[in-house]
């Protein structure tokens, strides 16, 4: 097993936290995701320990295949999800993510399911996801150009701990104040619907994908956007599932002394740290601290993951 050093972006919504709060060595001055697990050209995470230090993760997984990412791998050399986190200063744009079949045909990528963690979110944070009530696709034109779209979104009121699956087509975005942790297919494909009147660094307003939205988007009303999840206490620490899909699993650990944990050859294990700090412990040892990822190859076998902390778990 190894840790991750991610690729950072520094689009212009993002804030501090990520270096300030989790630690992240990053000389950017703003620091909106941190991609801890991806092997998208658009950011590509490196290894940062053991006998592989200092190689792309994509090139680790080109070397090994299915050996090390286990049998229910939909790709022979590649890894089909990425984990993020993510800090929002301001709001994300409004946005949709389209579906396999069309970013196929359109972008040459995958299209996106996603999920979010909430870590972290400030007094009277919100995020959008979804209509409030059913739409035709004339209403959304007309109030994309007329710039009314926000009297149509689903706002929903967030806090630490929530969760939320989004899938393709459902228009969202995250607001100020939040910070996530996302796992999703391994793909940057977004369409980009509205943007609050801001402008890129180029003082340019930056590019809508209205048509290519307008194609995609679900228009029904969205409901219990919250995804729901329980916490089944074990021996030292909790777990619970916080969503499972075709793409990935990912479960909440939540450990007070220790948890052993299995990583079989049908999935690897990628272990990204929420809180506090831990050594992971199998065949290797790994002193981990809050806002590191460690990825378990799989076939690993048994492991312990010791310490008071909270971690998310992600699997294929």
């Known amino acids: 097993m190894f840790k991750l050093q991610p690729s950072f972006k520094d689009y212009l919504w993002g804030g501090t936290k990520l270096r300030t709060v989790y630690g992240k060595e990053c000389s950017l001055d703003k620091v909106a995701e941190s991609w801890e697990l991806s092997t998208h050209k658009d950011g590509l995470t490196i290894i940062d320990s053991g006998e592989h230090k200092g190689e792309t993760l994509l090139s680790y997984v080109e070397k090994y295949g299915k050996k090390v990412l286990g049998s229910k791998c939909t790709l022979d050399n ?44 400030e ?5 959008i996801y979804g209509f409030k009530n059913d739409i035709t696709k004339e209403q959304f034109k007309k109030a994309i150009e007329e710039n009314t779209l926000e009297e ?37 494909v977004t369409y980009r619907i509205y943007d609050f009147g801001r402008v890129g660094t180029d003082g340019k307003p930056r590019e809508l994908h209205i048509d290519k939205a307008l194609d995609v988007t679900n228009l029904t009303a969205s409901k219990n956007a919250k995804k729901e999840y329980t ?16 793409y990935f699993n ?51 076998g048994e492991y312990k993951i010791i310490g008071n902390c909270k971690a998310v778990l992600s699997t294929l």
């Open 78 to 121: 590649d890894i089909p999800i990425l984990i993020k986190f993510i800090d929002a200063k301001d709001a994300l744009s409004i946005q949709v993510h389209p579906d396999n079949e069309y970013a196929l045909k359109n972008e040459n990528d995958f299209g996106k399911t996603e999920m979010w963690y909430v870590i972290d979110a």
């Open 123 to 127: 007094p009277d944070a919100k995020l």
């Open 152 to 188: 149509l979104v689903n706002e929903v009121n967030v806090q630490a701990g929530d969760v939320f699956f989004i899938t393709p087509g459902t228009m969202h975005a995250i607001g100020k104040g939040i910070v996530i942790a996302e796992i999703q297919q391994r793909s940057n």
């Open 231 to 246: 916490l089944n206490k074990y021996d030292g620490y909790e777990k619970g599932n916080l969503s499972s899909c075709e």
């Open 250 to 300: 990912v479960d909440l650990l939540n450990i007070t002394e220790n948890a052993t944990l299995n990583c079989d050859d049908t999935s690897f294990n990628c272990i990204t740290l929420l809180d506090g700090n831990c050594t992971i412990t199998g065949k290797d040892t790994l002193d981990i601290k809050k806002g590191e990822s460690v990825f378990i190859p799989a076939g690993y």
